[in-house]
């Protein structure tokens, strides 16, 4: 039998979630995206029922530090402001 599953986060956008299982399963945490729009034919439910991303039981809360985690390289928005008006 397998492991529980417990849904980690909510995406209104299916690419979003996408994302976060490469980023996961990148990290060999095994991840599954959920959807309920009848299989891709009825997208607009997706406005109902979110896109879930689900982990094992016992992996949900290293997942959750993994996609919390800054990405390497981020900027901060001011810093990127500051550069395009020629400040230093």
């Known amino acids: 039998m397998g492991a529980a599953m417990m849904v980690i986060r909510q995406y209104a956008d299916e690419m979003q979630a996408l994302v976060a299982r490469t980023v996961l399963e990148a990290h060999h945490i095994p991840a599954v995206v959920l959807r309920d729009d009848a299989g891709g034919m009825l997208p607009a439910m997706r406005l109902l029922y979110p896109v879930r991303l689900a982990v094992r039981v016992?992996?949900?809360?290293?997942a959750l530090r993994i996609l919390?985690?800054?990405f390497e390289g981020d900027t901060d928005i001011g810093d990127l402001l500051d550069d395009a008006a020629g400040h230093p």
Do not use: C, L, N
């Open 58 to 62: 016992g992996d949900a809360t290293h």
């Open 68 to 70: 919390d985690a800054p």
